[in-house]
Nanobody, 120 residues
Framework: VHLVESGGGLVQPGGSLTLSCTATGSIFRVVAMGWYRHAPGKGLELVAQITSGGSTNYAASVKGRSTFSRYHARNTAYLQMNNLNFDDTAVYFC???????????????WGQGNQVTVSS
């Protein structure tokens, strides 16, 4: 299973971007998906997640200006972030719990990371 990310880059303060993450490979079912970020000098932070129960949760730092959506048929998730500020600069990682077979427990997979830089 691979998580393919796209959509990062350089954004001006106040701008917007959309990150996408697609799970590919031997997949029986994608259970949950999430976005994390790692900013310079900080630990790994959960940005947003869609749980196995279908609930969507956001970090306080992005709540109200971010939308996390999932396209089940294509095993793809999107994170739209608006009104970006310097504190949003980080490497963003997609994660997903995936069943690769019906009888196996789910496994956690990670994307390769996508740099988002907010700069004027």
């Amino acid at each position: 299973v691979h998580l393919v990310e796209s959509g990062g880059g350089l954004v001006q303060p106040g701008g917007s971007l959309t990150l996408s993450c697609t799970a590919t490979g031997s997949i029986f079912r994608v259970v949950a998906m999430g976005w994390y970020r790692h900013a310079p000098g900080k630990g790994l932070e959960l940005v947003a997640q869609i749980t196995s129960g279908g609930s969507t949760n956001y970090a306080a730092s992005v709540k109200g200006r971010s939308t996390f959506s999932r396209y089940h048929a294509r095993n793809t998730a999107y994170l739209q972030m608006n009104n970006l500020n310097f504190d949003d600069t980080a490497v963003y990682f997609c994660s997903s719990h995936v069943f690769t077979a019906a009888a196996d427990p789910s496994s956690l997979f990670w994307g390769q990371g996508n740099q988002v830089t907010v700069s004027s």
